[in-house]
């Protein structure tokens, strides 16, 4: 029997939703990183326009087929390209499957660091206490690193379980606007800090003389995954829409709340940085240093309010991730729904479980269970494909990042900019009667020459150059 498939309950849910899953780690933590490691400026005022230039399009392109097919990525492919496209949708399914796997364990830190900073706030941070030697043990801790994925899948399952309105579309109307005061309140508290004009001069001076061809290809590689583009999230949402809302305003937003996430977070987290003494110097030695050692520390002793805005934020990346965690299951979801006659909430947790085997070994990948973490393909194929990393969370990590992502991007563009007719994609984005041929020309070029060649450059770097981007 052909079941009712979901709907958003309106223009608005469905940009909650998107918005949700866009605004997620990638923002919070990844962006800030990559900002710093780049040395800020001029590397985010390329990242603004890999945004509007690239990955703008490209979202505009995924919706578009979900929106004209109302069927999840593989159908949708299938449908608006051709039979063997669908190989295309699979791709994102895969890669949806993998990057939740991982995902889920970092989501999983940040119930932690909630748990802890909270106690912090109550009894006092202990004299001495050294955050650097706290995340190093916990990550190695493998029963806890298990029970916190287990706790957020169960939360992602869970939301998915409801469907696209009573579930997705719900939490994600709950869980933003939180998300947004909450950055509000600390960007002022921020702003309040004496670091903060060097912070800002630090992000928003661009200094050329610094940029690296490197780092263009790096905030490329990253409008992708903050964007969700390239794995099918963007198709599964789209697919949901009505066929009478607006591709293109709905992208704008999306994409503007996006990026000034992105950028808010940066302010701030450059605003504690830049106060500190010294810390200029601490920071960046790893990719999840600034979120688990650095801050936990500054909230108690640089932070005005920093005992009430700790435990905030932890609670903001819980619910940054968990909007973002539930748009990848429900990629993987809705491929059993739409492709294989699947109920609902029998695919929902046929792919939590599916996807939670490989959390496990994403949990204990960090230290816990010594041949988890060594597991690695040896040879050529290893090197290539996970470069030579070990262990289940860095393999996943950098296949996602250096193949997956800018692979379904870039089959993305070409199946949409070479394989559907003109006429095709122009009646899924210009609605109005008003004259659009102007700005559709130029989305229409941007699909077929200057994204293709952009993401292709980022494979090639990843091919023949060693450049990582993970
Ligand atoms: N956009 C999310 C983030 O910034 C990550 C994501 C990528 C989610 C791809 C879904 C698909 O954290």
Same mark, same amino acid.
């Given at each position: 029997?052909?079941?009712?498939?979901?709907?958003?309950?309106?223009?608005?849910?469905?940009?909650?939703?998107?918005?949700?899953?866009?605004?997620?780690?990638?923002?919070?933590?990844?962006?800030?990183?990559?900002?710093?490691?780049?040395?800020?400026?001029?590397?985010?005022?390329?990242?603004?326009?890999?945004?509007?230039?690239?990955?703008?399009?490209?979202?505009?392109?995924?919706?578009?087929?979900?929106?004209?097919?109302?069927?999840?990525?593989?159908?949708?492919?299938?449908?608006?390209?051709?039979?063997?496209?669908?190989?295309?949708?699979?791709?994102?399914?895969?890669?949806?499957?993998?990057?939740?796997?991982?995902?889920?364990?970092?989501?999983?830190?940040?119930?932690?660091?909630?748990?802890?900073?909270?106690?912090?706030?109550?009894?006092?941070?202990?004299?001495?206490?050294?955050?650097?030697?706290?995340?190093?043990?916990?990550?190695?801790?493998?029963?806890?690193?298990?029970?916190?994925?287990?706790?957020?899948?169960?939360?992602?399952? @869970?939301? &998915?379980? #409801? /469907?696209?309105?009573? !579930?997705?579309?719900?939490?994600?109307?709950?869980? =933003?606007?939180? $998300?947004?005061?909450?950055?509000?309140?600390?960007?002022?508290?921020?702003?309040?800090?004496?670091?903060?004009?060097?912070?800002?001069?630090?992000?928003?001076?661009?200094?050329?003389?610094?940029?690296?061809?490197?780092?263009?290809?790096?905030?490329?590689?990253?409008?992708?995954?903050?964007?969700?583009?390239?794995?099918?999230?963007?198709?599964?949402?789209?697919?949901?829409?009505?066929?009478?809302?607006?591709?293109?305003?709905?992208?704008?937003?999306?994409?503007?709340?996006?990026?000034?996430?992105?950028?808010?977070?940066?302010?701030?987290?450059?605003?504690?940085?830049?106060?500190?003494?010294?810390?200029?110097?601490?920071?960046?030695?790893?990719?999840?240093?600034?979120?688990?050692?650095?801050?936990?520390?500054?909230?108690? @002793?640089? &932070?005005? #309010? /920093?005992?009430?805005? !700790?435990?905030?934020?932890?609670?903001?990346?819980? =619910?940054?991730? $968990?909007?973002?965690?539930?748009?990848?299951?429900?990629?993987?979801?809705?491929?059993?729904?739409?492709?294989?006659?699947?109920?609902?909430?029998?695919?929902?947790?046929?792919?939590?479980?599916?996807?939670?085997?490989?959390?496990?070994?994403?949990?204990?990948?960090?230290?816990?269970?010594?041949?988890?973490?060594?597991?690695?393909?040896?040879?050529?194929?290893?090197?290539?494909?996970?470069?030579?990393?070990?262990?289940?969370?860095?393999?996943?990590?950098?296949?996602?990042?250096?193949?997956?992502?800018?692979?379904?991007?870039?089959?993305?563009?070409?199946?949409?900019?070479?394989?559907?007719?003109?006429?095709?994609?122009?009646?899924?984005?210009?609605?109005?009667?008003?004259?659009?041929?102007?700005?559709?020309?130029?989305?229409?070029?941007?699909?077929?020459?200057?994204?293709?060649?952009?993401?292709?450059?980022?494979?090639?770097?990843?091919?023949?150059?060693?450049?990582?981007?993970?």
């Amino acid at each position: 029997m052909q079941q009712q498939r979901g709907t958003w309950s309106s223009n608005l849910g469905f940009i909650f939703a998107a918005t949700g899953s866009a605004i997620g780690l990638g923002n919070l933590w990844k962006f800030p990183f990559i900002t710093w490691e780049n040395q800020g400026g001029a590397f985010v005022l390329v990242y603004l326009i890999c945004i509007a230039a690239v990955g703008l399009p490209i979202m505009m392109a995924e919706l578009l087929i979900g929106r004209k097919t109302q069927k999840s990525s593989v159908g949708a492919l299938k449908d608006a390209v051709g039979p063997l496209w669908r190989y295309v949708g699979a791709w994102g399914v895969l890669g949806a499957f993998i990057l939740l796997s991982y995902y889920t364990v970092i989501a999983g830190w940040s119930l932690f660091y909630f748990a802890k900073t909270v106690g912090w706030s109550l009894n006092g941070f202990p004299p001495g206490f050294s955050t650097g030697a706290l995340f190093g043990d916990f990550v190695a801790d493998g029963a806890l690193q298990l029970g916190l994925s287990a706790a957020f899948s169960l939360a992602t399952v @869970s939301v &998915v379980y #409801f /469907g696209v309105k009573q !579930g997705i579309e719900r939490i994600a109307r709950l869980l =933003l606007p939180v $998300l947004f005061v909450l950055l509000l309140l600390m960007l002022f508290s921020a702003l309040g800090m004496k670091g903060s004009g060097e912070a800002l001069a630090f992000i928003f001076r661009p200094n050329f003389a610094e940029l690296e061809p490197a780092s263009i290809l790096e905030a490329l590689g990253h409008s992708f995954f903050t964007l969700s583009v390239g794995m099918g999230v963007m198709i599964t949402y789209g697919s949901y829409i009505d066929r009478t809302q607006s591709v293109v305003k709905a992208s704008a937003v999306i994409v503007m709340l996006d990026t000034l996430i992105a950028l808010v977070a940066t302010v701030i987290m450059f605003s504690v940085i830049f106060s500190v003494e010294g810390m200029a110097q601490e920071v960046g030695a790893s990719t999840v240093g600034m979120l688990f050692i650095s801050l936990p520390e500054l909230f108690y @002793s640089e &932070v005005p #309010f /920093g005992a009430l805005l !700790g435990p905030l934020f932890y609670v903001l990346i819980a =619910l940054a991730a $968990l909007t973002s965690t539930m748009s990848m299951l429900e990629v993987v979801t809705a491929y059993l729904i739409d492709e294989r006659g699947f109920e609902r909430r029998r695919a929902t947790l046929t792919c939590g479980g599916g996807v939670f085997v490989f959390t496990i070994l994403a949990a204990l990948s960090l230290g816990a269970v010594p041949v988890v973490t060594q597991m690695e393909i040896p040879g050529a194929m290893g090197r290539l494909l996970f470069g030579g990393k070990a262990g289940w969370f860095s393999m996943a990590d950098h296949f996602i990042s250096n193949w997956m992502l800018p692979t379904g991007g870039l089959a993305i563009t070409i199946a949409v900019g070479w394989f559907m007719t003109r006429e095709a994609t122009e009646a899924e984005l210009v609605d109005g009667a008003e004259p659009e041929w102007f700005r559709f020309g130029m989305w229409r070029f941007f699909i077929r020459y200057l994204a293709p060649a952009a993401v292709a450059s980022i494979i090639i770097a990843v091919m023949f150059f060693g450049v990582d981007f993970s």
